[in-house]
């Protein structure tokens, strides 16, 4: 049975490890060649270990067992001409790109926060996202085959949480910001077949939540605490829980859906 | 493999149109249907009622699949009916895990205060009680199979934002979208998730018809199906007049679907963006 993503290219940021490589492997399972885009080094306002170039490569080894192709690049989403590179040099190999991910994300949290943390998830977490878009979008409205963007925003886009600190404050923000950026696109690319929507996680189990910078930033706050619990009874969601709905809005299933916020949050948005 | 396979599903208003494609998408997928239709006409309806000639038509397409289906006739407004046909089903079938609550009418247009009462009470009868008590009916197998489960209710773009003229279809929609976000706190315990679907137009009898013409084209004396179109793709933001039943379905599927375990509490439009132009 063909796959549900036969034949197409997607673009991915953030792909080195966490919910990225799980988008690139679980699109490719389903027919996707990959353009994998990571920064693959640490910035410095924030708290955990960032993905390293053996992580992107680990990334390349399992979609190629997947028996498709990717074309994977260092680097950083806020760079745009860096990433603008990264881009044509995969559509040049891979062909047309038809689906976007725009996954890459910094969570600057911890107890001991610093002014700088503001600037830089805004940075990445925002402006990052539009050089995504902005480095595909006219290559995908040429391409005149429509597609289908998917924003990562954050249940941190739809309510109030996030704390006090420059970073939390700027994830916040950010992911607040991603979903405006998801609206004014979805309506200006919609007469091009395009699609935009944006995917709202809970707490994910990957390494920007499972470290110990983020652990003692959340048990340092109890509000924080309380405002992490879901309503399904969950901790946490898997990678491979936005990666389906990263996929069902990257198919022909959902050939008309656009504009939409989908909350992949165990009931936490809800809830509140 | 199919991704619902071994799974009960239960369709409110499966004769036609959303309902029978409903039926069929998890069929495909591997589900076992109980579907309830009321095949009957309602007089504040401009277009056609469904029969029990298309319930059988319904039936035949779902076996033609090899799965099992159990319809009734039965109507949302009556709770008896509803959990009449629902115990029969999981009785047959012996499980439930997944429920669209599909059946609604469109009625006719009125300024909300020319509204009849009757036809404000038969809206709001049909389609926010009738969605309740579909889950009402279900909701007690889905609890005693301890496996968890997905309740779809079908709302609409009417469900999330205002139209003139159909105050009651908004209101009733609207209702819907409540009766989700409450059931999803109260289920979650059970893991068994609720969300709503909501549709701008689709090319289906309740929506192609000579009233609904009328209310996007009160501006022409005798509109046609393309007048009707060209207004409905101005509501759009992707280029198109309506989605089919099919892409409905295609959403239902994936609330159904293991794929969205984690999904609860959601209003998902699939709207071709009417929503956000």
């Not at chain 1, 992107?56 to 074309?71: H, S, W």
């Not at chain 2, 022409?220 to 933001?237: C, R, V």
Request: net charge negative; with cysteine.
């Amino acid at each position: 049975m063909a796959g549900q993503l036969e034949g197409k290219v997607a673009f991915i940021t953030g792909a080195a490890r966490g919910q990225g490589r799980s988008h690139a492997i679980t699109l490719a399972k389903e027919g996707a060649d990959i353009i994998a885009i990571d920064i693959a080094s640490q910035i410095d306002s924030v708290p955990y270990p960032m993905a390293n170039p053996d992580d992107l490569a680990e990334t390349v080894k399992q979609v190629e067992a997947l028996d498709r192709r990717i074309v994977a690049t260092v680097a950083d989403v806020r760079d745009r001409s860096a990433l603008q590179a990264a881009f044509d040099k995969g559509v040049a190999e891979l062909g047309l790109v038809q689906i976007v991910s725009a996954n890459a994300g910094i969570a600057p949290m911890s107890q001991h926060p610093t002014a700088q943390e503001w600037q830089d998830v805004i940075d990445v977490n925002l402006s990052g996202v539009y050089h995504t878009v902005e480095v595909a979008k006219q290559q995908m409205i040429d391409g005149g085959k429509g597609g289908s963007i998917i924003l990562t925003s954050s249940t941190a886009g739809l309510t109030g949480i996030g704390g006090n600190t420059p970073g939390g404050l700027g994830y916040t923000a950010a992911k607040h910001g991603v979903v405006g950026l998801m609206r004014a696109y979805a309506n200006y690319l919609a007469q091009f077949s395009i699609r935009v929507n944006t995917v709202h996680p809970t707490g994910v189990k990957t390494p920007m939540v499972l470290n110990d910078a983020m652990q003692a930033f959340i048990q340092a706050d109890p509000a924080m605490g309380q405002a992490m619990q879901n309503a399904l009874p969950v901790d946490m969601v898997e990678p491979v829980d936005i990666s389906n709905a990263v996929l069902w809005l990257a198919s022909d299933a959902a050939r008309y859906v656009t504009g939409t916020t989908l909350p992949v949050d165990a009931g936490f948005v809800n809830k509140r | 493999m199919g991704r619902l396979e071994g799974k009960v599903a239960f369709i409110t208003g499966a004769a036609r149109g959303q309902g029978r494609s409903h039926a069929l998408r998890l069929a495909q997928e591997g589900a076992d249907i109980i579907a309830i239709d009321i095949c009957e006409a309602l007089s504040e309806n401009t277009y056609p009622p469904a029969t029990e000639e298309d319930l059988t038509e319904t039936v035949r397409q779902v076996e033609a699949l090899d799965r099992r289906i159990v319809a009734t006739k039965a109507d949302v407004r009556d709770f008896a009916q509803v959990k009449k046909a629902v115990d029969d089903g999981v009785a047959q079938l012996g499980r439930l895990d997944i429920v669209s609550a599909n059946a609604g009418i469109g009625g006719t247009p009125h300024h909300s205060e020319d509204i009849p009462e009757d036809e404000w009470k038969n809206m709001i009868d049909i389609n926010l009680s009738g969605v309740w008590r579909a889950t009402k009916a279900a909701i007690p197998h889905l609890k005693a199979g301890g496996r968890g489960g997905s309740i779809i209710l079908t709302s609409s773009d009417a469900g999330l934002f205002a139209y003139e003229n159909i105050s009651h279809y908004v209101s009733a929609k609207h209702g819907v979208v409540g009766l989700m976000r409450t059931l999803a706190l109260e289920l979650a315990p059970d893991f068994i998730r609720v969300n709503s679907v909501h549709p701008t137009t689709v090319n289906t009898l309740m929506v192609q018809n000579e009233g609904t013409y009328k209310l996007f084209r009160p501006d022409l004396e005798n509109p046609t199906q393309d007048d009707f179109a060209a207004a409905a793709t101005t509501m759009n933001a992707l280029p198109i007049p309506w989605v089919e039943p099919i892409d409905i379905s295609n959403a239902v599927l994936f609330f159904a679907s293991d794929e969205s375990r984690y999904v609860t509490g959601v209003p998902l439009a699939v709207d071709a963006g009417a929503a956000i132009k």
